[in-house]
T-cell receptor, first 112, second 112 residues
Framework: GENVEQHPSTLSVQEGDSAVIKCTYS??????FPWYKQELGKRPQLIID?????GEKKDQRIAVTLNKTAKHFSLHITETQPEDSAVYFC???????????FGPGTRLSVLP | EPEVTQTPSHQVTQMGQEVILRCVPI?????FYWYRQILGQKVEFLVS????????KSEIFDDQFSVERPDGSNFTLKIRSTKLEDSAMYFC??????????FGPGTRLTVT
């Protein structure tokens, strides 16, 4: 089955700097890669996703890149703000009602 | 904007008791999911449901668990005889084909 690894487990950046979180997956059949942000005690919220026919996607300060050959994908947050502080989870799977596997999460702290 | 809702927000039960967690998915979605998140750990997939049947389940989803769509709006997760290790946050999610999964706010289950 699918196995998703995520690095780093914790990340501290200064406000205004960029943050990069990296994930690798094992199942080459996976074709959908969402990123979720989870604030303490809250639900995971989808922030961006990418499908395997696209190499990069951007939404304002957030971007995701996908390298299918190497089976890794990354989340990039530019101009970080304190409200970006949260745990970020990557996931991999088939979006057609199949099993999603989440990474272990990265706790991002943006220091003012 | 439509959201997934869940009730109750917090459920306390004694070991061995049955619990039913309830979810109302987004109304035009066809795929439904349950996930579990033990405190401080990653989100784990339990089961996906489509067309009134389970389409995928994980090894966590054993005979103690069942899901049901009793009417046109609710989606339930039943745990027949709860164990201490079932204590976790349970998230429901829903999606359309070719769309992202949206999570409910979660039910915190505490088994004493």
């Amino acid at each position: 089955g699918e196995n998703v690894e995520q690095h780093p487990s914790t990340l501290s950046v200064q406000e205004g700097d960029s943050a990069v979180i990296k994930c690798t997956y094992s199942d080459s059949a996976s074709n959908y890669f969402p990123w979720y942000k989870q604030e303490l005690g809250k639900r995971p919220q989808l922030i961006i996703d990418i499908r395997s026919n696209v190499g990069e996607k951007k939404d304002q300060r957030i971007a995701v890149t996908l390298n299918k050959t190497a089976k890794h994908f990354s989340l990039h947050i530019t101009e970080t703000q304190p409200e970006d502080s949260a745990v970020y989870f990557c996931a991999a799977g088939d979006n057609y009602g199949q099993n999603f596997v989440f990474g272990p999460g990265t706790r991002l702290s943006v220091l003012p | 904007e439509p959201e997934v809702t869940q009730t109750p927000s917090h459920q306390v039960t004694q070991m061995g008791q049955e619990v039913i967690l309830r979810c109302v998915p987004i109304s035009n979605h066809l795929y439904f999911y349950w996930y579990r998140q033990i405190l401080g750990q990653k989100v784990e997939f339990l089961v996906s449901f489509y067309n009134n049947e389970i389409s995928e389940k994980s090894e966590i989803f054993d005979d103690q668990f069942s899901v049901e769509r009793p009417d046109g709006s609710n989606f339930t997760l039943k745990i027949r005889s709860t164990k201490l290790e079932d204590s976790a946050m349970y998230f429901c999610a829903s999606s359309d084909p070719n769309d992202s999964q949206y999570f409910g706010p979660g039910t915190r289950l505490t088994v004493t």
